[in-house]
């Protein structure tokens, strides 16, 4: 593995969850040395820092990394109107524009999610999603049907306003004609999104 590419690989891990070195390590089927020669590298270019956690014992403290990702100029531009519709219009006023704008993508994809058996609706998300960045697959575990999305591209603007991320699952739900609950969310600092399937109503979909 190129140690740019490592590098890289390295990033997206952290941009997922903190990690320590020998964490990394094992994911990455490296050596802790060489994984923490990278981090220091990361760190000094200021891609990456590092925070001690205790263990709560007599042990020594844990060494976590983290990824540094500043927000991209849209990110900040999309934050800055949502912040500034809610100084305009009151509390509130941003989810209403957010919702409005899930609507009208829900009026034009609903139709081509229509009769479909509800396995075939997940997955035909999941290559949606992927589509615009998500990276997103749908799977069957233990006889349950899920939606599981690696990627948020929505992440640095979730993170300050989490009513997105209920906004999204709602959109979701309503585009498969399902009750989703979410299992875990990036933005609270877990690897993916996970949407669980609690209640499949067919109806909703059939022509």
Not at 158 to 184: D, K, N, Q, Y
Request: proline fraction near 3%; charged fraction near 35%; aromatic fraction near 6%.
């Amino acid at each position: 593995m190129k140690q740019g590419v490592t590098k890289q690989k390295i990033l997206e891990h952290l941009r997922l969850r903190p990690a320590s070195a020998a964490q990394l390590a094992r994911e990455l089927g490296l050596s802790k040395v060489a994984v923490y020669r990278h981090l220091e590298d990361l760190r000094e270019s200021g891609y990456v820092r590092v925070r001690t956690e205790s263990k709560g014992g007599r042990g020594r403290p844990l060494r976590l990394y983290e990824a540094i990702d500043e927000p991209t100029a849209y990110a900040r531009i999309c934050n800055e109107m949502l912040e500034q519709i809610e100084q305009l219009y009151g509390p509130g006023a941003g989810v209403r524009v957010m919702r409005a704008r899930y609507r009208e993508q829900l009026r034009r994809w609903q139709s081509s999610f229509e009769g479909l058996p509800l396995k075939e609706r997940v997955q035909r998300l999941a290559e949606w999603l992927t589509e615009r960045g998500y990276q997103a697959e749908s799977e069957v575990r233990r006889g349950e049907l899920a939606l599981e999305q690696q990627r948020c591209p929505k992440l640095a603007l979730a993170r300050g306003h989490r009513e997105i991320c209920s906004l999204e699952m709602e959109f979701f739900g309503e585009l498969l004609g399902v009750r989703l609950e979410r299992e875990c969310s990036i933005a609270q600092g877990d690897r993916c999104c996970r949407y669980r399937v609690v209640d499949a109503n067919e109806t909703k979909t059939q022509p």
